[in-house]
């Protein structure tokens, strides 16, 4: 499957007359299916096209806060478990989640 910048060149050149190939055989050519083409093509004439993925830069929602970390650590130096039983006494989170917590903070 090509890339969108390539799909947008193909569609681009099409509507300028630039290639004469059918949408089919634009699909063909690109890996993407007809019915995305042509919304595609939609998108494109009405400009509603961006490169970028909407939540680029963003934190994710499940994202650990610095808060929760530093509650992680905090009750890991104060305890004397090893660190599979500390991730089911701290049930919030996966094992590798505080394990990954806990090796960032040298703990590990």
Same mark, same amino acid.
């Given at each position: 499957?090509?890339?969108?910048?390539?799909?947008?060149?193909?569609?681009?050149?099409?509507?300028?007359?630039?290639? +004469?190939?059918?949408?089919?055989?634009?699909?063909?050519?690109?890996?993407?299916?007809?019915?995305?083409?042509?919304?595609?093509?939609?998108?494109?004439?009405?400009?509603?096209?961006?490169?970028?993925?909407?939540?680029?830069?963003?934190?994710?929602?499940?994202?650990? +806060?610095?808060?929760?970390?530093?509650?992680?650590?905090?009750?890991?130096?104060?305890?004397?478990?090893?660190?599979?039983?500390?991730?089911?006494?701290?049930?919030?989170?996966?094992?590798?989640?505080?394990?990954?917590?806990?090796?960032?903070?040298?703990?590990?």
């Amino acid at each position: 499957m090509k890339s969108k910048n390539d799909l947008m060149e193909f569609i681009e050149k099409k509507l300028n007359g630039e290639i +004469s190939m059918t949408y089919e055989e634009i699909a063909n050519a690109t890996g993407y299916h007809p019915k995305y083409i042509l919304r595609f093509k939609k998108n494109l004439l009405a400009g509603k096209i961006n490169d970028e993925h909407g939540n680029k830069g963003r934190k994710p929602i499940t994202a650990l +806060s610095k808060e929760e970390e530093q509650k992680i650590v905090e009750l890991y130096k104060r305890s004397n478990a090893s660190v599979r039983k500390f991730a089911l006494f701290y049930s919030r989170r996966s094992y590798s989640c505080i394990y990954n917590v806990l090796k960032r903070n040298g703990l590990i």
